[in-house]
Every structure is written in C-alpha cells, then in structure tokens.
C-alpha cells in the first residue's frame, strides 16, 4: 500500500480504512497502520499533522462494519435485526466518515491543508 498511485495520503486514507474494516475496531486499525506504515510515510515526505488528521478521520469509517462489535452490540441492545437496521448505520457511521476522509485526502493533495 505505500505504492499506490496518488502518493503518501492516499496511502495513507487506503491502509488505515483497509485496517479498521479487517479488525472491526477504529482504535485497532489505526495502531496497526501507523506502526507498519508511519516511518515509510514520513520518510516519503508527509507532513505529520495532516497525516494524523487523515488516518484518524479514516479510523471511524470501516469501524463499523457489520462485524464490528460495537454495531452489533448496539443492534442488540435495541432489540433490532441488523438487516433490517444497517442501512441508516451504513450511512451514518461508515459512507459519510469515508467520504470526508476522502475529502481530506483531496483538499491536502491541492495544497489547502
């Protein structure tokens, strides 16, 4: 993922929300890309401060998968099935949280951040 077209802060945005989807947990994700990634990243040049502004407004999009524990717990505890209750979840804690990292990534690559 240090490679991928667009440089350091979509690699970044990429590995981060790659990391939050695989472990369920936005705290997790977020440790486990900047433990492997952080050093490469800067090497190549990134600014820290907006890199930590990226991974961790990357960190709560994926977090809340389906098989994330808190969504599931919450489906629960509200007595809801998650087919029938996800969508408004989806949308809330996963599309929109993705598209405004995304819009980072964007706004730091024409220089306004």
Known sequence: LI???GG????AWLTTNAMCGITGSGSGGEVIALNS???KWLA???NPAVLARIVAISAVGF??????GGTTTSFGLC????GDGYIHAFVSSVLIPF????????LTMMGIC
């Open 3 to 5: 490679n991928v077209p």
């Open 8 to 11: 350091v802060y979509v690699s």
């Open 37 to 39: 990634m952080a050093s």
């Open 44 to 46: 190549a040049g990134a």
């Open 63 to 68: 977090d809340s998968l389906p098989h994330c």
């Open 79 to 82: 007595n809801e099935k998650v």
């Open 99 to 106: 598209v405004a990292s995304l819009f980072c990534v964007v």
